[in-house]
């Protein structure tokens, strides 16, 4: 039985996902259609503005959310840049890198929602643990299937990959940006090699060349021409050089270490839906599915494509064209110089958003935040399509109750936001129009001042740092 606090259902019919609300009394009569409350998400809409929102439907055309009366409110997909399922809801107010008040419950954090539900932050931190020892093939335009590479025999040109939904997939090597073995630590592995492919075992040795299979035997050419033939089972991982892209369309990120650009999503009862990711060259089955419709490797009717069925609990967020919106955390940093005073200071580093507690190294949105470890003035070239930027600067939880300074945003050298962070304010939000000057602006700096406390605790988090694109 589904506890009334627990009311984070949708449903689906074919085109989209579509939750209906009992009380609305529609769709009564379509078999299709599952009744339910819905679930508590930020909505992010078209200028990066967040709402906290009661969501009764999402597709990649419509969402429909509950209104304060208890009615329905649709808004096209295209005034939306994201949905972030939030357990227990979020704060709105402190923009869109707002955390959820479930997860930060479940975490023993300080804000303990009495209407949240403690269960489900739980069930999503459990699927997200025993995700996080299988391996994954991430993909250049940034999707990801966990799993385990075949031991098939040692076929040029792709990597057959097993996922638990999906099936194996057939992936050509020029669409893979790094796999990741079993077992096989990818917190600290660089996104990208400098130059060459380079395959990193188990044992820790490494080779440089050119990969030229992941099957089994694994083979890398060298720059001497040498081609070394190994077990697949000597793999730890491996980082290709092939360039990376943005991806387009509806892009989901699940529970399961799973990131899909989706063709279509479909009902299939309860809390259940099916997904069927692009396919757009990058992925394909290598075994086409029985065609039982039973989400796990069926194939989509007539077309042999391979989907997937999940549990609505399992999303953690929704890009609607994740074409247009860029990481903060993507962007080359130019400089970074401790604030004057200090002769030294620890450079920034990616950390995991509250949210993405035991995600590893696949941050919600292809957003990882960012920490500036103290005093300083961090600089970043902006893409030319840029059109706004926002994100939640936040002192470190561990900076209470000494952390205390001022945070300055200038754009082209012109300051463009400011907010004092210490005593009861330890986060605020920042959405900035980055065409204001009549062009784009080209430079997004940070600049932290310490305060009455002096620099010790002054440790600042951006949040879900992300760049509106034209």
């Given at each position: 039985?589904?506890?009334?606090?627990?009311?984070?259902?949708?449903?689906?019919?074919a085109?989209?996902?579509?939750?209906?609300?009992?009380?609305?009394?529609?769709?009564a009569?379509?078999?299709?259609?599952?009744r339910?409350?819905?679930?508590s998400?930020?909505?992010?809409?078209?200028?990066?503005r967040?709402r906290?929102?009661?969501?009764?439907?999402?597709?990649?055309t419509?969402?429909?959310?509950?209104?304060?009366?208890?009615g329905r409110?649709?808004?096209?997909?295209?005034e939306?840049t994201?949905?972030?399922?939030?357990p227990?809801?979020a704060?709105?107010?402190?923009?869109?890198?707002?955390?959820?008040?479930?997860?930060?419950?479940?975490?023993?954090?300080?804000?303990l929602?009495?209407?949240?539900?403690?269960?489900l932050?739980?069930?999503k931190i459990?699927?997200?643990?025993?995700?996080?020892?299988?391996g994954?093939v991430?993909?250049?335009?940034?999707?990801?299937?966990?799993?385990s590479?075949?031991?098939?025999?040692?076929?040029?040109?792709?990597?057959?990959?097993?996922?638990?939904k999906?099936?194996p997939?057939?992936?050509?090597?020029d669409?893979?940006?790094?796999?990741?073995?079993?077992?096989?630590?990818?917190?600290?592995l660089?996104?990208?090699?400098?130059?060459?492919?380079?395959?990193?075992l188990?044992?820790?040795?490494?080779?440089?060349?050119l990969?030229?299979?992941?099957?089994?035997?694994?083979?890398?050419e060298?720059?001497?021409?040498?081609?070394?033939?190994?077990?697949?089972d000597?793999m730890?991982a491996?980082?290709?050089?092939?360039?990376?892209?943005?991806?387009?369309g509806?892009?989901?990120?699940l529970?399961?270490g799973?990131?899909l650009?989706?063709?279509?999503?479909?009902?299939?009862?309860g809390d259940?839906?099916?997904v069927?990711?692009v396919e757009?060259?990058?992925?394909?089955?290598?075994?086409?599915?029985d065609?039982?419709?039973?989400?796990?490797g069926a194939?989509?009717?007539?077309?042999?494509?391979?989907s997937?069925?999940?549990?609505?609990?399992?999303?953690?967020?929704v890009l609607?064209?994740a074409g247009?919106?860029?990481?903060?955390?993507?962007?080359?940093i130019?400089?970074?110089?401790?604030a004057?005073?200090?002769r030294?200071?620890?450079?920034?580093?990616?950390?995991?958003?509250?949210?993405?507690f035991?995600?590893?190294?696949?941050?919600?949105?292809?957003a990882?935040?960012?920490?500036?470890?103290?005093?300083?003035?961090v600089?970043?070239?902006?893409?030319?399509?840029?059109?706004?930027i926002?994100?939640?600067i936040?002192?470190?939880?561990?900076?209470?109750?000494?952390?205390?300074?001022?945070v300055?945003?200038?754009?082209d050298g012109?300051?463009?936001?400011?907010?004092?962070l210490?005593?009861?304010?330890?986060?605020?939000a920042?959405?900035?129009?980055?065409?204001a000057?009549?062009r784009s602006?080209?430079e997004?700096?940070?600049?932290?001042?310490?305060?009455?406390y002096?620099?010790i605790?002054?440790?600042?988090?951006?949040?879900?740092?992300?760049?509106?694109?034209?």
């Open positions: 039985m589904i506890d009334s606090l627990s009311m984070h259902f949708f449903a689906v019919i085109g989209g996902l579509t939750a209906v609300a009992s009380q609305a009394g529609q769709h009569d379509d078999p299709g259609a599952v339910t409350d819905g679930f998400a930020l909505l992010i809409d078209a200028q990066l967040a906290s929102v009661h969501v009764l439907t999402f597709s990649g419509t969402i429909t959310i509950a209104d304060v009366a208890g409110t649709e808004l096209p997909a295209s939306c994201a949905l972030i399922p939030t227990g809801g704060d709105a107010e402190l923009g869109i890198g707002a955390a959820s008040r479930g997860m930060i419950s479940a975490l023993g954090g300080s804000l929602d009495a209407g949240a539900d403690p269960a932050p739980l069930e459990s699927e997200r643990l025993n995700a996080a020892a299988l994954a991430e993909l250049v335009d940034g999707q990801r299937f966990p799993g590479p075949v031991p098939t025999s040692g076929e040029e040109e792709s990597v057959t990959w097993q996922h638990e999906l099936g997939l057939s992936i050509a090597l669409r893979v940006a790094r796999a990741v073995a079993p077992g096989t630590n990818a917190i600290g660089p996104d990208a090699p400098a130059k060459d492919d380079e395959l990193i188990a044992n820790g040795d490494r080779i440089t060349g990969i030229l299979s992941l099957g089994d035997p694994l083979q890398i060298k720059e001497d021409g040498t081609i070394v033939t190994l077990p697949q000597r730890g491996a980082l290709l050089a092939n360039p990376r892209r943005r991806a387009s509806m892009m989901l990120w529970d399961d799973t990131v650009a989706a063709e279509r999503l479909s009902a299939r009862g259940q839906f099916t069927w990711p757009s060259g990058q992925t394909q089955r290598e075994t086409s599915g065609g039982d419709g039973d989400g796990n194939a989509q009717p007539g077309s042999g494509a391979p997937a069925s999940y549990g609505v609990r399992s999303i953690r967020g609607f064209d247009r919106v860029v990481a903060l955390s993507d962007l080359p130019l400089s970074q110089t401790p004057p005073g200090r030294t200071g620890e450079p920034v580093r990616r950390v995991n958003h509250p949210d993405d035991a995600v590893g190294s696949n941050p919600t949105l292809g990882w935040d960012l920490e500036l470890p103290g005093p300083m003035e600089r970043w070239s902006l893409p030319e399509q840029g059109t706004r926002a994100g939640t936040a002192l470190r939880d561990d900076s209470r109750p000494w952390g205390d300074c001022d300055i945003i200038l754009l012109t300051e463009a936001w400011r907010s004092h210490g005593g009861d304010k330890t986060a605020a920042f959405n900035l129009d980055l065409m000057s009549g602006a080209r997004f700096v940070v600049r932290i001042e310490p305060g009455k002096g620099p605790k002054d440790q600042v988090i951006i949040r879900r740092g992300m760049i509106l694109l034209r």
